[in-house]
C-alpha cells in the first residue's frame, strides 16, 4: 500500500470556493484578473476558465451567501495557486493589480517560481505564479529541490513588458 504513486499526468482539475457575494467575486476573478464564465447557476454560482475549459474555478453561494470574510486563523484553503505560462504573462497581471490599486500580501522569488499573493474579496488567498524551466530549478548536491523564499525582484518583472 506505500508504494502507489499518483500517476505523473494527475493534474489539480479545478478549486470550488464558497463566496459570499458572487459579483464582488466575479468582479475580482473575471474582470480584474481575466477568467472568462463558462457557465452561470443562476445568481448562485458561476463557472470560470481560462481557455475555454469547463471551468477552473467554481464560485458558489449555497451556504455561505453573506458570510464573513474567512479567517486567517484556522483550518481551509490556505490559497489558489494560478499558474502563467510565462514570466512576461506574471508581469501583465502585476502590472494590471498594481495600476488598480489592488493590495497585495506578498511577493517571492521560491527558486522554482515566482509568485505573487493577494487575497480575494472573501479572505481566501491566492497565488498568481509562473514556473522557471526545470532545468533551472536550485538542487542540492544529491539532486533534491533546494526551494527558497527570497525577495521577488518586481522592478525587474516590470522589465518583462519592455517599461518599468
Given amino acids: 500500500m506505500n508504494n ?8 489539480i482539475g479545478h478549486v470550488h470556493l464558497k463566496v459570499a457575494d458572487l459579483d464582488k467575486s466575479l468582479a475580482f476573478y473575471r474582470d480584474l484578473l481575466g477568467f472568462e464564465v463558462t457557465m452561470m447557476y443562476g445568481n448562485q454560482a458561476a463557472f470560470i476558465s481560462a481557455g475555454g475549459y469547463h471551468h477552473h474555478i467554481g464560485l458558489n453561494t449555497w451556504h455561505s451567501k453573506g458570510a464573513p470574510p474567512a479567517t486567517q486563523q484556522g483550518v481551509g484553503l490556505f490559497h489558489t495557486a494560478i499558474l502563467y505560462p510565462t514570466r512576461k504573462d506574471l508581469a501583465v497581471i502585476y502590472d494590471r ?10 511577493a ?12 480575494d474579496p472573501d ?11 526545470t532545468a533551472e530549478w536550485p ?9 527558497y523564499t527570497r525577495v521577488l525582484d518586481l ?7 519592455g517599461t518599468s
Fill in 4 to 11: 502507489y504513486k499518483i500517476p505523473a499526468q494527475t493534474r
Fill in 123 to 133: 479572505g481566501n488567498g491566492v497565488e498568481l505564479y509562473w514556473d522557471r524551466p
Fill in 108 to 119: 517571492a522569488d521560491h527558486g522554482v517560481s515566482e509568485a505573487l499573493y493577494l487575497d
Fill in 97 to 106: 493589480l498594481r495600476q488598480a490599486n489592488y493590495p497585495f500580501t506578498g
Fill in 155 to 161: 522592478e525587474g518583472l516590470l522589465k518583462e513588458l
Fill in 139 to 147: 538542487k542540492q548536491s544529491d539532486g533534491k529541490l533546494n526551494m
